[in-house]
Nanobody
């Protein structure tokens, strides 16, 4: 059973930064791609950023390219999302996912709320 636990969400002003973390409880963490997705009420969950198993390949949604950076530490079984120059439209619940970069795999975390105020 894979458990993913996100942390680091909160309230920030537009233009500010946050770093999200997602820690996995699995021995096979280093063998899987990881991704971040987000969802606002009434809309479908959307892809934000993805990283391959070794961390040398990344992918971003056009809306966050140049502002967000995904990274991972396989020794700590953790994937990060550094979010800079935040905009009000980045407000959402952010979910960690194991199994795919852009296309999600089977396992999701519980989500962490990010709220960007104007």
């Amino acid at each position: 059973q894979v458990q993913l636990v996100e942390s680091g969400g909160g309230l920030v002003q537009a233009g500010g930064s946050l770093r999200l973390s997602c820690r996995a409880s699995t021995r096979t963490f280093s063998g899987f791609a990881m991704g971040w997705h987000r969802q606002v009420p009434g809309k479908e969950r959307e892809f934000v950023a993805g990283i391959n198993y070794s961390g040398d390949r990344t992918d971003y949604a056009d809306s966050v390219k140049g502002r967000f950076v995904i990274s991972r530490d396989n020794g700590k079984k953790t994937v990060y999302l550094q979010m800079n120059s935040l905009k009000t439209e980045d407000t959402a619940v952010y979910y960690c996912n194991q199994g795919g970069m852009r296309n999600p795999g089977a396992y999701w975390g519980q989500g962490t709320q990010v709220t960007v105020s104007s």
